[in-house]
């Protein structure tokens, strides 16, 4: 975070090469940001971190939340915020605007939709190496005593309600009057293309399936082995 509210003072020559990694980057990115998308990514990248870190102490404790109080730490630690203030370098909308409860409720549900995207994607890999404690089909199969299969429907069936939702506030958001109209329809475009890209990037990525990625987004079937049966590959 030094390094990014700082991206012209040069970083100590011991340092972790990721504090460097992360002035180049900044330093870069503000010559073409607003400076309203500045004060964001800044602000939302700590919030993010001071979120990851709370999910390391969660796993060394071998903490598992309950809905609500998991959906208040990962919506920091998704790391969607961050993402979306960089999608949005160039617009220059003010915070007034962004905070309008239907902007707000937006760009919210978009970043709850990402998560349960992402969390029933990684569910298996997380299950297999034994990190699936911060993953929301855990915290449902915790909470509910069920299954994986029924905690899939479960989160399924959210991420329906989610996106009606998300579409009727779409319906709603409101005209303001001038240029920044134009932004924040860019702006909500942006969210809803956020959420269908991660779905994308989820099985073509081979981050979660391998090589099998687009053979299971068509199929909708995934295999989890017991963590002593994990074939080598």
């Known amino acids: 975070m030094d390094a990014i509210r700082h991206p012209n003072r040069p ?19 503000v010559l073409v ?11 939302s990248c700590q919030t993010y971190l001071d979120a990851l870190v709370q999910q390391a102490e969660d796993r060394a404790q071998g903490r598992v939340r309950h ?24 617009l220059n909308i003010p915070q007034e605007t962004l905070d309008h ?22 569910y298996k890999v997380e299950w297999e190496r034994g990190d699936d404690g911060h993953n929301l089909i855990t915290v449902i199969m915790h909470q509910f005593r069920t ?28 005209v303001f009057g001038g240029p920044i109209d134009s932004e924040i329809r860019t702006y909500c475009n942006m969210l809803g293309n956020w959420v269908r890209a991660n779905d994308s990037w989820s099985f073509e990525s081979e981050r979660y399936y391998g090589k099998r990625g687009l053979e299971i ?8 082995y017991a963590r002593h049966d994990i074939p080598s590959s």
């Not at 940001?33 to 602000?43: G, K, L, Y």
């Open 11 to 29: 970083r100590p020559s011991s340092e972790w090469v990721i504090g460097e990694m992360a002035r180049q980057f900044w330093a870069n990115a």
């Open 33 to 43: 940001a607003s400076p309203t998308s500045q004060v964001r990514f800044v602000d």
């Open 67 to 90: 809905i609500e109080d998991y959906f208040t730490v990962r919506r920091g630690s998704i790391g969607a915020a961050p993402s979306i203030a960089i999608g949005a370098l160039y």
């Open 101 to 122: 409860p239907v902007i707000s409720k937006l760009t919210e549900i978009c970043i709850d939709m990402i998560i349960i995207g992402n969390d029933m994607y990684s």
């Open 147 to 174: 299954d994986v299969q029924d905690a899939m429907h479960h989160v399924a069936n959210l991420h329906a309600r989610l996106l009606n939702q998300f579409l009727e506030q779409w319906n709603c958001v409101p």
């Open 217 to 224: 987004e068509t199929t909708r079937l995934v295999q989890i």
